[in-house]
């Protein structure tokens, strides 16, 4: 389960399965574009276009732990991974380039049979697209959701210190092969 160190100094322990309901403890006080606990830094967050929900990749302060955050302020409907007891770093970060001087970089995941990818992606003349992806592994409809953020609504942690933990992890050989599926 995860022990979130709060900005007040205390620790407060979840409770909830993976990809179950996480609003009996995560905290009522959270920026209204960010579902990061407080005191974790958030590396990318977004207000989904059309459902109004926010998605999140965060991480502790110490940066010994990476989160993804789904749904409503202050009422994540998904955080992944649930529990500290994952050994290894779930997350994949994985370089981007198109055509025509665009280019910029995904961040994803595996959870049960879905690919859960956020993106962001810059062009020139300072033109930007970001977004989510879920898809399904194996069999049924390959993508589920396909979602763009709000325009002004994309944040990005530049920080020196979590671009040199997150340029650790290994590349998603998928979507390095094969690109996004289905992008703007």
Not at 16 to 34: E, F, I, N, Q, Y
């Amino acid at each position: 389960m995860p022990c979130l160190t709060w900005a007040q100094g205390g620790t407060q322990t979840a409770g909830k399965a993976p990809g179950s309901t996480a609003s009996s403890w995560w905290p009522a006080a959270v920026s209204s574009r960010r579902l990061c606990a407080p005191g974790d830094r958030t590396v990318f967050s977004c207000v989904l276009d059309g459902n109004g929900k926010i998605v999140s990749l965060c991480a502790t302060n110490s940066l010994n732990r990476f989160y993804y955050a789904y749904g409503r302020p202050g009422v994540p409907e998904f955080v992944f991974p649930s529990n500290n007891k994952i050994s290894a770093n779930p997350f994949m970060r994985t370089s981007l380039y198109f055509s025509g001087e665009r280019g910029g970089y995904a961040y994803s995941f595996v959870e049960k049979d879905f690919r859960h990818t956020l993106y962001s992606i810059s062009g020139s003349y300072g033109s930007k697209i970001s977004g989510l992806i879920v898809r399904r592994i194996s069999g049924g409809r390959p993508v589920v959701q396909d979602m763009v953020c709000r325009k002004s609504s994309t944040f990005e942690w530049n920080e020196q210190a979590v671009l040199d933990v997150m340029l650790k992890w290994p590349s998603d050989t998928d979507l390095a092969a094969d690109g996004l599926p289905g992008v703007h």
